[in-house]
């Protein structure tokens, strides 16, 4: 764990992940959070990564 | 279910603010505070008994007992708000006079954000406007047509608004990109925390009244943790 950096008690490391999360344009399009009983199998997993990246792609 | 459960889309950086903000230094387990604190549940739960109070009281002085006492009356809703979130926090801590203390309940580091969001529920469904406070009668009729779903559901964005905020304030982001759009954390509650709500009241059961609160936390875990492998998996 890095230095604490603020009163909330986070981390460098965490400001620093936050930052990094907000000065990249690519990071803006919105990721789906898939729900574990929603996608059940591996072929449904790989299926949904698919989707995610041709959204990514499209965005 | 009697409904489709909704898939949240969020953006990295919400993501990356539920991550910090429940502790990435721990286990997913261990990360539960958010969810299972004693403020957040009695705050979700007397928002949705708003409603059924107000409209039991058949245009009579609106009690709100055994959370207030008669000596807590006030014609001023902002005084109203503030002794209501006093009642809430005293039995958080074990100090209320009409509630017996819960061994295992204590403050958390989330009470603010819940006590927060009380106050921002009341006052837009009681009509406040840009500091401005109709009469307090006025605000409970108003209150009252929402439904407690509705009214949990803004307690709940906000809730997860105010929290991700306090991250954002604190990771100092705007200090440290100026160029940041006016309308990056205002997102942070009308975008990413909408689309959680949208995704837990999806997975509740159907209806207008207010939700289990116990069934909410369990729901609402179970996404933050979702949340989590989604964003460990994120590229850095």
Known sequence: ?59 | LSQKAHIPQLRAVAMSLLVVATGDNKKIPEAIDIVHNAAFRYSLELIGSFPGIIQNSKGRTVTFRPWLSASDSTQDFFIFCGRLLDAIDRRVRGRHEEFDPVPEEEPSSYDHAAFLAVAQTLCRAAGVRGAKFPPIGECFSTIAEETPRQLQESFLKNYLGNVMQDYFDGSRARATLPSLPPETEGRLRSEDAAELVKAVFSRMQAGNGPVNSGALQQTLQHLIAQVWLAESALDD
């Open chain 1, 1 to 59: 764990m890095g230095s604490t950096s603020n009163g909330r008690g986070m981390t460098d490391a965490q400001s620093e992940k936050i930052i990094r999360r907000l000065d990249d344009p690519s990071l803006e399009r919105k990721i789906r959070i898939v729900d574990d009983e929603e996608v059940p199998t591996p072929e449904a997993r790989t299926e949904a990564r698919k989707k995610r990246e041709e959204e990514g792609v499209r965005d």
